[in-house]
Nanobody, 125 residues
């Protein structure tokens, strides 16, 4: 069974940077993404990469601050986060699908079959 293993979460101060990584235990995917869920809120899309051509999608709330990249060497997905603020506090989960999703579909969690356990990101002074 495929597992997605996230790493890189932690406690940081406002304005700090953090990098999250997601490594699949096996295989490659059509699209990989990051979602997050803050306490008391619904899960929301953060970023995605379509593996074949590297096309990326970013939620409006993180544009200009977060960057998402694929690493073909180990099929991992990386999320570089800068300018973090308390509103970014959440559990960040990696998701993957065998489908190569068009841009309008990448932010919809129902299209992703595989999910990681999540990693906590806390931004607090």
């Amino acid at each position: 069974q495929v597992r997605l293993v996230e790493s890189g979460g932690g406690l940081v101060r406002p304005g700090d940077s953090l990098k999250l990584s997601c490594a699949p235990s096996e295989g490659t995917f059509g699209t990989m993404a990051w979602f997050r869920q803050a306490p008391g809120k619904d899960r929301e899309f953060v970023a995605a990469v379509r593996w074949g051509d590297g096309a990326t999608s970013l939620a409006r709330s993180v544009r200009g601050r977060f960057t998402v990249r694929r690493d073909r060497a180990d099929n991992s997905l990386n999320l570089q986060m800068t300018g973090l603020n308390p509103e970014d506090t959440a559990i960040y989960s990696c998701a993957a699908t065998t489908k190569s999703l068009i841009q309008s579909a990448r932010d919809n969690d129902r299209y992703y079959e595989f999910w990681g356990q999540g990693t906590q990101v806390t931004v607090s002074s």
